[in-house]
C-alpha cells in the first residue's frame, strides 16, 4: 500500500493505473475508520482491480461552531486498517494541497443542499460536493462508494455526477450498526456512556415508525408522530430534524405510496448524530 499527500503524484498513480486497463475503485472518508468505512473498501474491492481510499478531514464541509479542530484523526492507525483490508492508494492530502490560496470556486448541487441536514448545517453540503468533486477529478475512478447511513449525501453526489456527467459509478453500501442498534459513526467516540445509551433513540424511533408502518399505515403525520414520541423520555437529546422524503430528490412526502426514506438527526449532549431506514410500500 503506498501514501500519497500530493495530488500530483495521486493522479499520476491512477492515471498509470487506468492506462494499464485496471478498474479503479474509490472510498472517500475522513479518517477514524469503523466497521462501516471497512465495508465500502470490501465492496470497492469486490469489483474492482484497485482500490483508493482517501483520508481528508474537510473544512469546508464545517461550520464555525462544529468540531473540525477536535474531529478524530488518526493517519497511523486509519492506514494500518486500510492496509489489512488490501487496499493500494491512501490519499492524505493536507488543506494546503486540497484548496489552493484564494480559492473561490464551489460545487454546488441547488434545491437538494438545503434539505435534511443542509437545513441545519448550511454550506455542509456545498462543502461535501466540492471535495468530492475534487477527489473524483485528481482520482478518476470507476466507481465510488458511500455509505447508506448519509443518505442525503448519497443523493446529493447522484446529482452532481448525472448533472456534471461524471463517468464515475456510485456505490452505496447498508448502514453498519452496533449489536444495540446504534448506527456506526465516527463521532460516536464523543458521547459519554450515558449518552451512548441515550442516543440508542434514534434508531428506537425509526424502528417503532416502522412496526406502526407495517400495520398499514402510510400516512406520513401519522409515522413521524409515533417516531418522535420516542424522543419524549430522552432529556440529553434534541431532534434536529425527523422527515419522510424521496430518496432522490429529499422532497417531504406526505404520503407513502412509494420507495422513501426516512431521516433522523439529533444532538446527544454535544454530538450530532444521523441515521436512517429506507421504506418500500
Known amino acids: 500500500m503506498k501514501l500519497v499527500r500530493t495530488a500530483?503524484?495521486?493522479?499520476?498513480?491512477?492515471?498509470?493505473?487506468?492506462?494499464g486497463g485496471a478498474r479503479l475503485g474509490?472510498?472517500?472518508?475522513?479518517?477514524?475508520?469503523?466497521e462501516g468505512h471497512l465495508?465500502?473498501?470490501?465492496?470497492?474491492?469486490?469489483?474492482?482491480?484497485?482500490?483508493?481510499?482517501?483520508?481528508f478531514v474537510n473544512p469546508t464541509q464545517f461550520g464555525p461552531s462544529e468540531d473540525f479542530s477536535k474531529y478524530p484523526r488518526n493517519l497511523e492507525n486509519d492506514s494500518a486498517l486500510l492496509e489489512q483490508e488490501g487496499v493500494d492508494l491512501v490519499f492524505a492530502p493536507s488543506a494546503e494541497e486540497m484548496y489552493s490560496e484564494g480559492a473561490v470556486t464551489w460545487v454546488v448541487v441547488e434545491g437538494l443542499s438545503d434539505r435534511l441536514c443542509g437545513s441545519s448545517r448550511p454550506g455542509h453540503f456545498r462543502g461535501v460536493t466540492t471535495v468530492v468533486s475534487k477527489l473524483f477529478h485528481i482520482i478518476e475512478?470507476?466507481?465510488?462508494?458511500?455509505?447508506?447511513?448519509?443518505?442525503?449525501?448519497?443523493?446529493?453526489?447522484?446529482?452532481?455526477?448525472?448533472?456534471?456527467?461524471?463517468?464515475?459509478?456510485?456505490?452505496?453500501?447498508?448502514?453498519?450498526?452496533?449489536?444495540?442498534?446504534?448506527?456506526?459513526?465516527?463521532?460516536?467516540?464523543?458521547?459519554?456512556?450515558?449518552?451512548?445509551?441515550?442516543?440508542?433513540?434514534l434508531n428506537r424511533s425509526l424502528t417503532e415508525l416502522r412496526k406502526v408502518f407495517d400495520?398499514?399505515?402510510?400516512?406520513?403525520?401519522?409515522?413521524?408522530?409515533?417516531?418522535?414520541?420516542?424522543?419524549?423520555?430522552?432529556?440529553?437529546?434534541?431532534?434536529?430534524?425527523?422527515?419522510?422524503?424521496?430518496?432522490?430528490?429529499?422532497?417531504?412526502?406526505?404520503?407513502?405510496?412509494?420507495?422513501?426514506?426516512?431521516?433522523?438527526?439529533?444532538?446527544?449532549?454535544?454530538?450530532?448524530?444521523?441515521?436512517n431506514i429506507l421504506l418500500e410500500p
Open 8 to 19: 500530483a503524484e495521486m493522479r499520476r498513480l491512477c492515471r498509470t493505473a487506468r492506462v
Open 26 to 34: 474509490l472510498v472517500p472518508t475522513m479518517g477514524a475508520l469503523h
Open 39 to 55: 465495508s465500502l473498501v470490501r465492496a470497492a474491492r469486490k469489483s474492482s482491480d484497485m482500490v483508493a481510499a482517501s483520508i
Open 141 to 201: 475512478p470507476d466507481a465510488a462508494y458511500f455509505g447508506q447511513k448519509d443518505a442525503a449525501q448519497v443523493a446529493i453526489i447522484r446529482r452532481m455526477v448525472r448533472d456534471l456527467n461524471m463517468p464515475v459509478a456510485i456505490g452505496v453500501c447498508p448502514i453498519v450498526r452496533e449489536p444495540d442498534g446504534l448506527a456506526m459513526s465516527s463521532r460516536n467516540a464523543y458521547l459519554s456512556p450515558d449518552e451512548r445509551k441515550s442516543a440508542l433513540v
Open 215 to 275: 400495520t398499514g399505515e402510510r400516512g406520513s403525520a401519522k409515522l413521524i408522530a409515533t417516531a418522535k414520541h420516542e424522543f419524549a423520555s430522552e432529556s440529553a437529546v434534541r431532534l434536529d430534524y425527523l422527515e419522510i422524503v424521496d430518496p432522490d430528490t429529499l422532497e417531504s412526502e406526505p404520503h407513502v405510496a412509494k420507495r422513501v426514506l426516512v431521516a433522523v438527526a439529533a444532538v446527544v449532549g454535544k454530538t450530532r448524530l444521523i441515521d
